[in-house]
């Protein structure tokens, strides 16, 4: 057998479930279609506070790279067009920068957690390790491309403790939720997932 298979079989049966899983659920169109029908839904909930890290962490770590980056960013746009529609965004200059500021930030937490180290992709343990880091860093690194932005364009004065206190537990509540959702998923094609016979029992040689 080839290489691959010989190390895809060396590998516990726990391990090539889980991978399965997450496979599985990362090119789901259901998955992609649900975060970004939720992200879609928590532009109506919120306004300027939408949880872009915590669907940017969620999306890049569960979902396939192109579909991580479509899904942050149409609800990056969807939060852009009800804010110039809905709630009446003034337009200038300042405010269409912003919006690209918001953007480029979504942006780079999306890929951030999109890189999925080999540790996330072979376990439970190792893939909400990387959750918990690609959020974390993540959420530092949104709010570093705010405040630098804040600089330049102004309107920096949002940056307190608790605005940011708030801001970080309204993402990690998202993220906890949506993270949960995608354990029960993966949990469910864990349990009903049968590994191949020519990888457990007779390989091809």
């Given at each position: 057998?080839?290489?691959?298979?010989?190390n895809i079989a060396d590998q516990p049966s726990t391990v090539l479930n889980w991978h399965q899983g997450w496979e599985t659920?990362?090119?789901?169109?259901?998955?992609?279609?649900?975060?970004?029908?939720?992200?879609?839904?928590?532009?109506?909930?919120?306004?300027?506070?939408?949880?872009?890290?915590?669907?940017?962490?969620?999306?890049?770590?569960?979902?396939?790279?192109?579909?991580?980056?479509?899904?942050?960013?149409?609800?990056?746009?969807?939060?852009?067009?009800?804010?110039?529609?809905?709630?009446?965004?003034?337009?200038?200059?300042?405010?269409?920068?912003?919006?690209?500021?918001?953007?480029?930030?979504?942006?780079?937490?999306?890929?951030?957690?999109?890189?999925?180290?080999?540790?996330?992709?072979?376990?439970?343990?190792?893939?909400?390790?990387?959750?918990?880091?690609?959020?974390?860093?993540?959420?530092?690194?949104?709010?570093?491309?705010?405040?630098?932005?804040?600089?330049?364009?102004?309107?920096?004065?949002?940056?307190?403790?608790?605005?940011?206190?708030?801001?970080?537990?309204?993402?990690?509540?998202?993220?906890?939720?949506?993270?949960?959702?995608?354990?029960?998923?993966?949990?469910?094609?864990?349990?009903?997932?049968?590994?191949?016979?020519?990888?457990?029992?007779?390989?091809?040689?």
């Open positions: 057998m080839s290489y691959i298979e010989s659920i990362a090119t789901s169109r259901l998955w992609f279609f649900l975060l970004v029908g939720l992200g879609t839904m928590s532009n109506v909930v919120y306004t300027c506070t939408v949880p872009l890290v915590g669907f940017g962490a969620i999306a890049g770590s569960t979902l396939i790279r192109r579909r991580a980056i479509a899904t942050a960013m149409t609800m990056w746009l969807v939060n852009q067009m009800l804010g110039f529609t809905l709630h009446h965004y003034p337009l200038t200059l300042s405010t269409f920068a912003w919006g690209f500021v918001l953007g480029l930030g979504t942006l780079l937490v999306t890929l951030l957690a999109s890189m999925n180290p080999p540790f996330a992709q072979n376990q439970t343990i190792g893939h909400y390790q990387w959750l918990g880091i690609a959020f974390a860093v993540g959420f530092i690194l949104y709010e570093l491309v705010i405040w630098l932005a804040g600089l330049a364009l102004g309107g920096g004065e949002g940056f307190t403790l608790p605005i940011l206190g708030g801001i970080l537990m309204g993402n990690a509540v998202w993220a906890i939720a949506l993270s949960s959702i995608h354990a029960l998923w993966v949990w469910g094609v864990v349990k009903h997932s049968v590994l191949p016979s020519r990888l457990s029992t007779n390989p091809v040689k």
